[in-house]
């Protein structure tokens, strides 16, 4: 099994609908150590969700992906139905629809494979979780595919920043904390363009911390390409802002489109503006 893709729960209320979709009888719990979906008999949670759809149209374009199947960690008895919505179709299309009893966090689930379309009927796919015993929890999910990739990926990421310790400190928290992350091969340039970083705190093999003259974006971004060509071993190059809340999952996503393309990729991120009343794409 190789994972295409996490389905990540919100790190808070203000942004969920992003991630998932609940009814009334469903809701998400941020009081214990692990967030997860509880339900009460009818509930519903959907990835139908900006960040946690599965994008077929994009993915059969420019990767060789063309089955994938969907792994969850439930509590309970439930059925789980997957659709695809057909880009300018205001309908949706079943794909399967599965039931499963007396499931346990400790024992996923895994959903029949979903051959992709390679058609102008390829879409947006997601599933819908309904609970149909007294109570029960969902706790995680991915995007899973037994292919083989088409080659090995290792990512130099580099971060130029000038003073922005915080965000720094709660990037460098979210990639080294997201479980995923843990087994690929990659390595972080942080150049600090304004020399206010701590160099007791770059002590992780992954990690390096470069102290740099105040050059500017382009010339931080430009110090941290030479430090990681010099290692001579990273097959493709990450640039990443310093004043973001980092959804450490684009970067696992980036790995497997990588890892599975057609043919090499340059590929631009997106920013979500977290000012506004819903966070919204920018």
């Not at 309908?91 to 029949?112: A, D, G, T, Y």
């Not at 470069?210 to 640039?239: D, K, Q, W």
Request: charged share 25%.
């Amino acid at each position: 099994m190789n994972i295409v893709s996490g389905i990540n729960l919100p790190k808070s209320a203000d942004a969920s609908d992003l991630y998932i979709q609940c009814n009334e009888s469903a809701s998400i719990n941020y009081q214990e150590n692990e967030k997860k979906v509880v339900f009460s008999q009818g509930g519903i949670v959907s990835s139908n969700s900006y960040f946690n759809s599965f994008y077929e149209l994009f993915y059969t374009k420019y990767t060789t992906i063309s089955s994938i199947y969907y792994v969850l960690k439930l509590e309970g008895d439930f059925k789980v139905s997957v659709y695809r919505e057909v880009n300018g179709e205001n309908k949706r299309e079943i794909i399967s629809e599965q039931n499963f009893e007396k499931c346990h966090f400790s024992e996923p689930v895994k959903i029949l494979p979903i051959n992709l379309l390679q058609n102008e009927k390829a879409g947006r796919i997601y599933f819908e979780i309904t609970c149909s015993s007294e109570q029960g929890g969902f706790k995680e999910a991915c995007i899973a595919t037994d292919e083989n990739k088409t080659r090995e990926v290792s990512l130099a990421i580099t971060i130029c920043t000038f003073k922005k310790e915080d965000y720094i400190r709660n990037t460098l928290t979210a990639i080294f904390q997201d479980e995923l992350l843990q087994n690929k091969n990659f390595k972080l340039f942080v150049v600090d363009n304004g020399r206010t970083l701590d160099k007791a705190d770059f002590t992780k093999p992954k990690l390096k911390l470069v102290p740099n003259i105040n050059a500017g974006g382009s010339g931080g971004f430009t110090r941290g390409l030479v430090e990681a060509l010099e290692e001579n071993v990273y097959s493709h190059f990450l640039l990443m802002n310093d004043d973001i809340e980092l959804e450490s999952q684009c970067i696992y996503r980036l790995f497997s489109l990588h890892e599975y393309a057609k043919t090499d990729l340059a590929v631009a991120g997106g920013l979500l503006s977290l000012d506004r009343e819903k966070a919204s794409v920018v």
